[in-house]
């Protein structure tokens, strides 16, 4: 029998918080039978919405506080004056291990501040990055960083391509993922120091991993390669610019099959396949980001999510808790740092 995994959820982060996350949890319990939650917020906003979801309450335990750190909150705020908050208090479940993770959509500044102090980085790693998969031509595709770490050095983007593999292996399923540098070109000469440099470490170490090198911002959603490594400044423009351009192309989509009666007579005759693409692009499946390289695992959900997109970070949680995510990172990192090669163990001290 499968062993109970404890999940801390902060449960007033988010927009559309609390509803959508005991909704999110309701839809979660449909798939999971071995996950309980620690669920930190208002009693009086939580109770009676777990009471008109009989499947959440049975595996929720509510942990009352009144305080939350709200979307605007600086980082430096929340660090100082939300020790009782309902996201700092289900970090502090994970630090202690009373849970096997924790999920926010909250304040991501917030969020990246407190997990990084409370649960700290693992050994060998510097900094926390946001790693998260996105869909492409072929499949899947993980990229990090996606806004954590505006300014990165080489031995930060090294850093990330080893998390990121992992992350790629944990949540994908893959047993040897290609990882690429994203660039301004594939020559070898382009970019500027920072992925030149980390592109000559990854190509002469002795890591266990597949290294393609450069690949360019269409090759994101060509899906050439399973992880894309990157600045947390270039990921989060590139993810925004993404979600942009399909939120254009289904506003234009919708327009052009609904202008005239023959477009929509036609509509009716190709929804099935309009279903299996708007499916393929639905964000509430992809949501989910880890704050890769803590001591614990951390879920950052979307904060205007639904409970659909809630749940599927529910599932993310918990596929990398069942795969011992960190553990296996810890490996990997104590590799590289027994590496000869002075480069490496310098990406990673």
Same mark, same amino acid.
């Given at each position: ?97 009373? &849970?096997?993770?924790?999920? @926010? $959509?909250? #304040? ?5 501040? /407190?997990?990084? !102090?409370?649960? +700290? ?26 806004? &954590?770490?505006?300014?990165? @050095? $080489?031995? #930060? ?5 080893? /998390?990121?593999? !992992?992350?790629? +292996? ?44 450069? !690949? ?134």
């Amino acid at each position: 029998m499968a062993q109970t995994i404890k999940v801390a959820i902060d449960g007033m982060g988010g927009d559309n918080a609390p509803d959508m996350i005991i909704g999110g949890i309701e839809l979660a319990c449909k798939r999971l039978n071995d996950v309980e939650f620690l669920l930190f917020g208002d009693e009086v906003l939580l109770r009676p919405l777990l009471n008109a979801h009989a499947e959440a309450k049975s595996v929720c335990e509510i942990r009352h506080t009144d305080e939350a750190i709200t979307a605007e909150e600086k980082p430096t705020v929340a660090l100082r004056s939300g020790k009782n908050s309902s996201m700092r208090l289900a970090i502090d479940a994970v630090k202690s291990g009373e &849970a096997a993770a924790l999920i @926010s $959509a909250g #304040n991501t500044g917030a969020l990246m501040a /407190m997990a990084t !102090v409370v649960l +700290r980085t693992l050994p060998g790693i510097d900094r926390p990055a946001i790693a998260a998969s996105l869909p492409t031509e072929r499949s899947q595709t993980v990229l990090l960083d996606l806004g &954590a770490n505006i300014d990165c @050095s $080489a031995d #930060n983007l090294v850093q990330f391509a080893v /998390m990121g593999e !992992v992350y790629a +292996r944990a949540e994908l399923g893959l047993a040897q993922p290609s990882i690429g540098i994203l660039n301004v070109g594939a020559e070898v000469l382009k970019g500027n120091d920072a992925v030149k440099e980390a592109s000559t470490i990854l190509q002469s170490s002795d890591l266990p991993i597949s290294f393609y090198g450069f !690949v360019e911002g269409d090759d994101i959603a060509k899906g050439t390669v399973d992880v894309i490594v990157t600045d947390g400044f270039t990921g989060n423009v590139a993810l925004k610019t993404a979600e942009g351009a399909v939120a254009m192309f289904i506003h234009h989509l919708r327009g052009a099959l609904t202008s005239s009666l023959i477009t929509k007579i036609g509509t009716l005759l190709v929804r099935p396949a309009l279903n299996i693409v708007r499916n393929k692009f639905d964000p509430r499946r992809y949501n989910g980001a880890m704050l890769v390289g803590l001591n614990g695992i951390c879920i950052k959900s979307h904060g205007g999510t639904d409970a659909l997109g809630f749940s599927n970070a529910v599932n993310v949680a918990v596929n990398l808790v069942r795969r011992d995510f960190n553990e296996v990172i810890k490996e990997d990192l104590s590799r590289v740092m027994k590496n000869d090669q002075p480069e490496l163990r310098s990406a990673v001290n």
